[in-house]
């Protein structure tokens, strides 16, 4: 079975500009939780997402925002870029009423 | 102070040698708590996951919880230079319904020396 996917793999963005990042949650999970996580720290939660809704939200500025399509999919907009926004950007999928969560590969983010 | 707090190390370790890694935590809503092994520059991957105070023990990893003492540890027996890692613990608060996201450490990272 495929694990969670996210696209692109690796980006460079200029100060000011929007990005945006995809997410495919493993098959039969249909929660969908973004996650930041800036070198030698830990993960720290962004956004969770299910029936396409915000179910959940990290103390993040409102330049982040997501959302979550019928297939369960999902896609983080970070919007006017910052220096301090690279990092790497990973998704995590649940089954609804699961704690434990499953992580994809993340997109390494880099802002200059 | 902040409401998770792990040893980033590193932890140089012998092959075979048994690793005990350890999280501490402050807030008592915490109520399931996971274990994850992050390679370089790749996502983490979940080891272990358990709910209630105690040992749980799969393969080579157990999983120990201690709510009494809001500590949490993860052991490997029988360690290999492929452990060589960075382990971090992650927990989730029992909100009632509410969708918090995942409360992580900073990661512990591990050297297993061939």
């Known amino acids: 079975d495929a694990g969670v996917t996210q696209s692109p793999t690796h980006l460079i963005k200029t100060r000011g500009q929007h990005v945006t990042l995809r997410c495919s949650p493993i098959?039969?999970?249909?929660?969908v939780s973004w996650y930041q996580q800036v070198l030698g720290q830990g993960p720290q939660f962004i956004f969770q997402y299910y029936e396409k809704e915000e179910r959940g939200r990290g103390n993040f500025p409102d330049r982040f925002s997501a959302r979550q399509f019928p297939n369960y999919s999902s896609e983080l907009n970070v919007n006017a870029l910052l220096l301090g926004d690279s990092a790497l950007y990973l998704c995590?999928?649940?089954?609804?009423?699961?704690?434990?969560?499953?992580f994809g590969p993340g997109t390494r983010l880099t802002v200059t | 102070q902040k409401e998770v707090e792990q040893d980033p190390g590193p932890l140089s370790v012998p092959e075979g040698a048994i690793v005990s890694l350890n999280c501490t935590y402050s807030n008592s809503a915490f109520q399931y708590f996971m274990w994850y092994r992050q390679y370089s520059r790749k996502g983490p991957e979940l080891l272990m996951y358990?709910?209630?105070?105690g040992n749980k023990e799969d393969g080579r990893f157990t999983a120990q919880v201690d709510k009494s003492s809001k500590y949490i540890s993860l052991f490997i027996r029988d360690s290999q230079p492929s452990d060589s890692a960075t382990y971090l613990c992650a927990m989730r608060k029992d909100s009632g319904g509410g969708a918090d996201g995942l409360t992580f450490g900073k990661g512990t990272h591990l050297i297993i020396q061939p």
């Open positions: 098959s039969g999970h249909k929660s």
């Open positions: 358990t709910y209630s105070s």
């Open positions: 995590a999928s649940s089954f609804l009423g699961r704690h434990e969560q499953y």
